[in-house]
């Protein structure tokens, strides 16, 4: 089955700066992924997500990009600030008949002032 | 729409009780997904209904769990009896057929003493 593994566990990052985090999948025939921000004791909330028809996808200081041959796709925040603090989380799913996310373990993300 | 509604928020019981906790997902939603939180495995799916029929239970963790959903707008997941092990923030979501996008109630934290 579907495995996917996220990196890395924690990032720390400059206010301003870009961060970014990696998650690779094992199954070719996942085809949707999207990526959750879960802040502090509220719950996961969906930022952006790709299908596997498109490489990459932005959304102001967001974006993924989607790698099928290397079976990766990445979140890239660029311009961080104090609120992108948070736990992010990537998942792929095959989006068929099966609508079962297969989550990463998660990306806790610390924007130092 | 309220967005999906879960309760309790909070929960505090002792070892050998019973608990139920109540989700309310988003109108015209087909599908319902129960997930259990811990720092230690992270988010793990429980169990999730398409129109109100369970489609896939593996995530149930043993025979103490149980989860139905009588009608679209109502599902319980009930641990009989609670251990101190099952201490968690379980959450419900929903979505939309076709649309992939899960929409997490806010979460029932669960401290089974």
């Known amino acids: 089955g579907e495995n996917v593994e996220q990196h890395p566990s924690t990032l720390s990052v400059q206010e301003g700066d870009s961060a970014v985090i990696k998650c690779t999948y094992s199954d070719s025939a996942s085809n949707y992924f999207p990526w959750y921000k879960q802040e502090l004791g509220k719950r996961p909330q969906l930022i952006i997500d790709?299908?596997?028809n498109v490489g990459e996808k932005k959304d102001q200081r967001i974006a993924v990009t989607l790698n099928k041959t290397a079976k990766h796709f990445s979140l890239h925040i660029t311009e961080t600030q104090p609120e992108d603090s948070a736990v992010y989380f990537c998942?792929?799913?095959?989006?068929?008949?099966?609508?079962?996310?297969?989550w990463g373990a998660g990306t806790k993300l610390i924007i130092k002032p | 729409d309220a967005g999906v509604i879960q309760s309790p928020r909070h929960e505090v019981t002792e070892m050998g009780q019973e608990v139920t906790l109540r989700c309310k997902p988003i109108?015209?939603?087909?599908?319902l997904f129960w997930y259990r939180q811990t720092m230690m495995r992270g988010l793990e799916l429980l169990i999730y209904?398409?129109?109100?029929?369970?489609?896939?239970d593996s995530g149930m963790p043993e025979d103490r769990f149980s989860a139905k959903m009588p009608n679209a707008s109502f599902s319980t997941l009930k641990i009989q009896p609670s251990e101190p092990r099952d201490s968690a923030v379980y959450f419900c979501a929903s979505s939309l057929s076709g649309a992939n996008v899960l929409t997490f109630g806010a979460g029932s934290r669960l401290t089974v003493l």
């Open positions: 109108s015209g939603h087909d599908y």
């Open positions: 209904f398409n129109n109100n029929v369970p489609i896939d």
């Open positions: 998942a792929a799913s095959t989006g068929y008949s099966n609508y079962q996310l297969i």
């Open positions: 790709i299908r596997s």
